[in-house]
């Protein structure tokens, strides 16, 4: 399922997080590439491990638990956090899948299931720069206004096409879902979200949208790790 969120950050947020981001330290983006994925990469990526970085990680992580459509989406029971990347001058990511397991920098380590890229310019900023994915639809490609997200995946195939001009800026990241099956995410997505509309029309109080809600925790209960 891909997912797109409008508005996560409004613009005069992205503007502020675009403001601390000249301000940090970038480096090569291979650096941060598995073994096959270092030969399709080219892009700059913040330094995670600085106090800009950190900032950054906190407020969108904060922003996303806060998000209601996000969590009924990814239902995430961890988060690997943030980074940051810059697109230009040719600068492109080819024909990937994310790393299965990603360590959080200690003994600890974290499955991605759910991906996300937040966009963080304009559109009209740059040329290029798409985010295709592999659905079973076929390629979808996802080039969305700052401040806006998208969910998918992180057992999709994807890729970045080449910044032929100006510079995409965006944060990445993955998520453990407490649902480690995509689509089974996807059926208590579209669950809850009809759960949520006949509660708008019949009233949370009715049996029901009562029955369906046991319906769906009784399912999250079953599938939840």
């Known amino acids: 399922m891909l997912l797109a969120i409008e508005t996560l950050f409004t613009t005069e947020e992205t503007a502020a997080i675009r403001h601390s981001l000249a301000q940090g330290v970038w480096q090569d983006g291979t650096t941060t590439a598995g073994d096959i994925a270092r030969n399709v990469k080219q892009n700059l990526q913040l330094d995670h491990n600085s106090d800009i970085a950190k900032q950054l990680q906190a407020l ?9 459509t996000f969590i009924s989406a990814a239902l995430p029971a961890r988060f690997f ?9 040719g600068g492109f ?3 990937h899948v994310d790393n299965a397991i990603m360590g959080l920098g200690t003994a600890e380590q974290i499955r991605t299931d759910v991906s996300a ?3 963080l310019n304009s559109p009209d900023a740059y040329e290029g720069g798409e985010l295709q994915i592999e659905t079973r639809y076929g390629l979808q490609s996802v080039k ?3 401040g806006d997200l998208i969910v998918y995946p992180s057992t999709s195939l994807h890729q970045v096409t080449p910044v032929t001009s100006g510079q995409r800026l965006a944060s990445f990241m993955w998520m453990q879902s407490l649902v480690k099956d995509p689509a089974e995410r996807e059926m208590l997505f579209e669950m809850d979200q009809s759960i949520q509309t006949l509660g708008a029309k019949l009233g949370t109080d009715h049996d029901e949208v009562a029955r369906l809600g ?5 399912l999250l209960r079953k599938w939840s790790e």
């Open 60 to 68: 969108i992580v904060e922003r996303l638990q806060q998000h209601p």
């Open 81 to 89: 956090p943030p980074r940051f990347n810059c697109y230009q001058n």
């Open 93 to 95: 990511y080819g024909l």
């Open 117 to 119: 890229t937040l966009f």
């Open 144 to 146: 969305l206004p700052e």
């Open 214 to 218: 046991q319906l769906y925790h009784n």
